[in-house]
């Protein structure tokens, strides 16, 4: 499995890549003049080399050896933060100056593109990792829209886009979420439409948004999720009654790991999926989306091999959300603000091969990270 990632601290440090360098070069400059103009340095001019750190990280300074030894600027591998001005410490006997280095620090989110290859093709997804322990992230599962179209009837919302429902709630990083029905649809010539924007649906499961429940399972045995007002995450196969300070919830139907081991056996057939999990500590979320129905890019999953990928990435359990057409993943583009759908839903393949066109759905799981 061949990864690719782009840390959210990377993505939010663009726009202060200018600044670092410009600190770093005015750092070792006013180091020259200090090397001059202390007697007890040892004999030589020292040189600095501003260098450019690797990865858009923070420039950290290195002092001049005795044996004046150019030093450089040197930038740990995956830190997100820019590098502070450090005034150099008072000389020694030795001439030298020192600087603390800077905390690295930990992105709230990590996105990461995944692919695999066997005898039976490729399987093409996108991964998000979250750190459900940075102060910065809320984790919120809410209906497309928050008004109820019908009062009593079953409906509890309209259906949207993933990236409508990304924008509305004003989060970085969504996923569509439940089963759902629509009991409306539209005629266009043989066929019946129920996938349309601003139809009234219902998920099949529980969904919870803000304490609310919206709805619950018409059956037993629909793996969920649970969010409680603290943030902790808690997954199980069936939930009969929601548990006392429940703030979101939303169902899938199967679990795909369940205590690190892989509950289905391999075979079945492979769609796109959409999958939630969590690491032994409930510390990380991973959101994941694999393509499928796309001949030459992605065959999608089967429920043994989804449950592969995530026990790979980190997961000791995981529940199958809605897949196929609903498959989707987006996140706000950090430089213009606009919602980007990070992998290819199978929708509109049919029409147009290679077309993509985002399903509307009733619920999505979002990711807020504060400024």
Not at 206 to 213: E, S
């Amino acid at each position: 499995m061949s990864i690719d990632r782009d840390t959210w601290g990377e993505r939010d440090a663009r726009g202060r890549r200018v600044l670092t360098r410009a600190a770093a070069m005015m750092a070792g400059a006013l180091a020259c003049v200090i090397a001059h103009a202390v007697p007890t340095l040892a004999t030589g001019a020292a040189s600095w080399q501003n260098v450019a750190p690797a990865q858009d990280a923070p420039v950290q300074e290195v002092a001049p050896a005795k044996e004046v030894a150019p030093a450089q600027a040197v930038a740990p591998a995956q830190a997100a933060v820019p590098a502070p001005s450090v005034a150099p410490s008072p000389s020694t006997d030795a001439g030298q100056a020192s600087a603390p280095e800077p905390a690295k620090a930990v992105p709230p989110m990590v996105i990461e593109r995944i692919e695999r290859e066997d005898e039976s093709g490729v399987i093409r997804g996108v991964l998000a990792r979250i750190d459900l322990t940075n102060p910065r992230v809320t984790l919120r599962i809410v209906p497309a829209e928050p008004e109820d179209p019908d009062g009593e009837g079953p409906n509890v919302t309209r259906l949207d886009t993933v990236s409508s429902i990304a924008e509305r709630y004003d989060f970085e990083l969504a996923i569509n979420a439940s089963f759902f029905a629509a009991p409306a649809f539209k005629e266009v010539g043989d066929r019946k439409i129920r996938y349309f924007v601003g139809n009234p649906g219902y998920p099949v499961g529980w969904l919870v948004t803000d304490g609310r429940v919206l709805t619950k399972p018409a059956k037993a045995g629909m793996a969920t999720m649970v969010v409680q007002e603290g943030g902790q995450v808690e997954m199980a196969s069936s939930f009969e009654q929601m548990p006392e300070g429940v703030r979101d919830a939303v169902s899938g139907n199967v679990m795909i790991l369940d205590g690190g081991q892989i509950v289905h056996k391999p075979g079945g057939d492979r769609h796109p999926r959409t999958v939630v999990g969590v690491d032994a500590e409930s510390r990380t979320l991973f959101l994941m989306v694999i393509d499928g129905r796309r001949e030459g890019w992605s065959r999608g999953a089967s429920y043994a091999e989804l449950g592969q990928l995530m026990l790979e990435v980190g997961a000791v359990k995981a529940i199958n959300l809605d897949g196929g057409g609903s498959t989707t993943m987006v996140m706000r583009d950090s430089n213009t603000g606009v919602m980007s759908v990070l992998n290819r839903p199978s929708d509109g393949t049919s029409v147009i091969p290679g077309v993509s066109i985002p399903r509307p759905v009733t619920d999505a799981i979002g990711i807020d990270i504060a400024d």
